[in-house]
């Protein structure tokens, strides 16, 4: 649904938006991505700018996820299958958009850049793709991230692979974490309904 939004100006922030005609485009679309820009740049905002991003890009990344589980039929860990060539050539590409950074010799973290957007937006995957698994949620929201550092320039073969390299290597953690902590809730649940209707057969 469209929403209206009317804004009170003085004369000069007026006189300052007029000038938005001078760049070529639609109007009310280059007002949406100045608004955009704002959440991105605002730390009170970030997490919306994220969410409204993963909604914008969600058949990208559905169709990136489907091309990450098809490198999965064939092997549990699809980076054991690749040559050390490809492996330093997706790593080198993570370090150049500064998603991972080296720790002494041949070891590489997660940077403060990959890593604070992932969470973000790892923690509002299950509403905006709903039924998924907790591994599928990983795998979506590191290719996103990918997607924002890199300026959406990553070809959605680079988005796979690298995303592969995260997930193995880094971020599986969080969704094994997410999953037990989701199983666990389901089994109070469940244990809590169990208990009352045993009150209500004793009652």
């Given at each position: 649904?469209?929403?209206?939004?009317?804004?009170?100006?003085s004369?000069?922030?007026?006189?300052?938006?007029?000038?938005?005609?001078?760049?070529?485009?639609?109007?009310?679309?280059?007002?949406k991505?100045?608004?955009?820009q704002?959440?991105?740049?605002?730390?009170?905002?970030?997490a919306?700018?994220?969410?409204?991003?993963?909604?914008?890009?969600?058949?990208?990344?559905?169709?990136?996820?489907?091309?990450?589980?098809?490198?999965?039929?064939?092997?549990?860990?699809p980076?054991?299958?690749?040559?050390?060539?490809?492996?330093?050539?997706?790593r080198?590409?993570?370090?150049?958009?500064?998603?991972?950074?080296?720790?002494?010799?041949?070891?590489?973290?997660?940077?403060?850049?990959?890593?604070?957007?992932?969470?973000?937006?790892?923690?509002?995957?299950?509403?905006?793709?709903?039924?998924?698994?907790?591994?599928?949620?990983?795998?979506?929201t590191?290719?996103?991230?990918?997607?924002?550092?890199?300026?959406?320039?990553?070809?959605?073969?680079?988005?796979?692979d690298?995303a592969?390299?995260?997930?193995?290597?880094?971020?599986?953690?969080?969704?094994?974490?997410?999953?037990?902590?989701?199983?666990?809730?389901?089994?109070?649940?469940?244990?809590?309904?169990?208990?009352?209707?045993?009150?209500?057969?004793?009652?």
């Amino acid at each position: 649904m469209v929403k209206w939004i009317v804004v009170k100006l003085s004369d000069r922030e007026h006189q300052i938006l007029e000038t938005i005609n001078e760049i070529p485009g639609d109007c009310s679309q280059k007002l949406k991505e100045l608004y955009i820009q704002y959440l991105q740049t605002s730390p009170n905002f970030k997490a919306e700018f994220h969410n409204i991003k993963l909604e914008e890009k969600k058949d990208l990344l559905l169709e990136v996820l489907a091309s990450i589980w098809k490198e999965y039929e064939t092997s549990s860990n699809p980076i054991e299958d690749w040559d050390k060539e490809k492996f330093n050539k997706i790593r080198d590409e993570l370090v150049q958009v500064n998603a991972i950074q080296q720790m002494g010799v041949g070891n590489f973290i997660p940077t403060q850049a990959f890593k604070k957007p992932w969470l973000s937006a790892f923690n509002k995957t299950s509403k905006i793709f709903p039924g998924m698994d907790e591994f599928s949620q990983a795998g979506i929201t590191s290719a996103y991230v990918l997607t924002y550092l890199s300026r959406d320039t990553f070809p959605i073969e680079l988005l796979k692979d690298a995303a592969i390299v995260l997930n193995e290597d880094f971020m599986f953690t969080y969704a094994i974490a997410k999953k037990r902590a989701n199983d666990f809730s389901e089994a109070i649940k469940k244990r809590r309904t169990s208990t009352s209707s045993g009150n209500d057969l004793t009652a």
